[in-house]
């Protein structure tokens, strides 16, 4: 999947950072491993904003590119 076949969403429409982020599952890239993990982790903020998904990865100890992931899938999510 490529950024362009992303999920997308209605503008008008608002959506949680966390489960738009889950939405990217299929994507390629760190975004999408990022997604796929948040996916499996029932403790996952799903109806979280960024800084909620940053503070679940600290305590669960997460790798610095998973960090840089969040800010990048944040970058993209910010228009909606």
Known sequence: ????????????????????????????????DLARAAKADRGFPRHGDPDAVRLHLNKMQAESDMFEAVDDAERLWAPF
């Open 1 to 32: 999947m490529t950024d362009s076949e992303a999920i997308e969403q209605d503008p008008f429409e608002d959506i949680a950072f966390g489960t738009w982020l889950i939405g990217q599952h299929g994507r390629d890239g760190w975004i999408g």
